[in-house]
């Protein structure tokens, strides 16, 4: 069973923490820290909780809290009702995966916090990841529709002159074109739904049938 998703609050207003920590608390996969109301607070907290994210106000008593974002080596999100552009520039160069202007409603914090959870998952592999999947988490996390990245299309391109005019399994597209299988596969089921590819079925002595790919021919 995957850990919950540790999230600990940093806001000086209590009320405004309490809800934001109970809007965490709801979100299935995510477990919500007692919030702090200080940097003092929370330079403790992530050092004895160790919380996977943080949802930090920009300014605090006690200090700034963008530059505790950039120095705490944890991913954050900046909660602020500061909405100039300069703020927001900061908090994104200080490393905060999300900006949310104060005051907005539990739902658009939600739906962050679940756009985090599915890219988290993404780039939880040992394995080097390829662009595509660069691409995709990002798109997840920022809320844009999956993008046609150059490197898909380039992918699928290899994939079409790895074929030529045989047919081939995934596994052996894989082989020929330098891919892992199951990206071979994504991509041999996408040129399949768009028409460029046919797919056929080899049936052996035992087992289930091969999936053979070839060029479709007009």
Known sequence: MTDPIRVLVVDDDFRVAGLHRDVVAARPGF????PVHSLGAARQ?????RPDLLLVDAFLPDGDGIEFVAGADVDAFVLSAATDA?????ALRAGAFAYLAKPFEARV??????????????LQSDRPLEQDQLDRAM???HGG???ASVSRSATEQLILEGLGDEEAS?????????????????HLAALA????VEVRLRYGSTGRPEHRYGVARP
């Open 45 to 49: 907290a992530v050092r004895g909780q």
């Open 109 to 122: 914090l939600a739906d962050r916090l679940d756009r985090y959870a599915r890219m988290r998952n993404l």
């Open 145 to 147: 529709a999956e993008p």
């Open 170 to 186: 995934a596994a052996e597209i894989a082989d020929r074109v330098g891919i892992s299988r199951a990206t071979a596969q994504r």
């Open 193 to 196: 739904t768009r028409g460029q």
């Open 31 to 34: 477990s919500a820290l007692d």
């Open 86 to 90: 300069a703020t927001v520039r900061r």
């Open 139 to 141: 798109s997840i996390l």
